[in-house]
């Protein structure tokens, strides 16, 4: 059990357009959802914190008008990159905890490439 | 501010020797200390990890040990083998409480490990 799925695996867009990624936990139910950006070689950012029914909450310097995060129910979050530029281009990864656990469980990601 | 540091950023073994990646973090308050192996292109796997009232935990090959007064967390892969080749993260988690929305894990640079045949 404990599996966590994302998509799209990867998208490419045009700057401007807006690109949104979805993140389900397929056999449990993630109380909480966490939003990550990874550059090649480099460790996960936290981006934001996901808690289903409530306004997320962003990390210090993500602009939170850029990255929208909804946790409409307890198997779904998205991540919306709004306006996109060159510059969001990265792997997003997403992860999911169960109520009361300590242990994260991640989603294979979506590579985002913005031209 | 929340920080952890992981040390050393790359590590290369011979096969069938240990391999030792060591981490710190700032948040004396931090109770709960995973470890997260990721191949590359591929989601980051939870190996092993460790809650603050314990100071050693063992899984086959795998061990963690934390030094929670000098805030020191440790992972030991003995007999390695090339399919132990990976980045391998540490993390710490921060925040009041267990499993609240108030708490998050911050992760460690990473250690990327090569194990030569």
């Known amino acids: 059990g404990a599996v966590v799925s994302q998509h799209p695996s990867w998208v490419i867009c045009k700057s401007g357009t807006s690109v949104k990624i979805e993140c389900r936990s397929l056999d449990f139910q993630a109380t909480t959802m966490f939003w990550y950006r990874q550059f090649p070689k480099q460790s996960l950012m936290l981006m934001a914190t996901?808690?289903?029914?409530?306004?997320?909450?962003?990390e210090q310097g993500v602009e939170k008008d850029k990255f929208l995060i909804n946790h409409a129910s307890l198997t779904l979050s998205t991540l919306t990159v709004t306006s996109a530029h060159p510059e969001d281009s990265s792997f997003y990864i997403c992860?999911?905890?169960?109520?009361?656990?300590?242990?994260?469980?991640f989603g294979p990601g979506t590579r985002l490439t913005v031209l | 501010g929340e920080n952890v540091e992981q040390h050393p950023s790359t590590l290369s073994v011979q096969e069938g020797d240990s391999a030792v990646i060591k981490c710190t973090y700032s948040d004396s308050a931090s109770n709960y200390f995973p470890w997260y192996k990721q191949e590359l292109g591929k989601r980051p796997q939870l190996i092993i990890d460790?809650?603050?009232n314990v100071g050693e935990k063992k899984d086959q090959r795998i061990a963690v040990t934390l030094n929670k007064t000098a805030k020191h967390f440790s992972l030991h892969i003995t007999e390695t083998q090339p399919e132990d080749s990976a980045v391998y993260f540490c993390?710490?988690?921060w925040g009041r409480g267990s499993g609240t929305s108030y708490d998050k894990v911050i992760f460690g640079p990473g250690t990327s490990l090569s194990v030569i045949p």
């Open positions: 460790i809650r603050s």
């Open positions: 996901s808690n289903e029914g409530s306004k997320a909450t962003y």
């Open positions: 992860s999911a905890r169960r109520s009361g656990g300590d242990t994260q469980y």
């Open positions: 993390a710490a988690k």
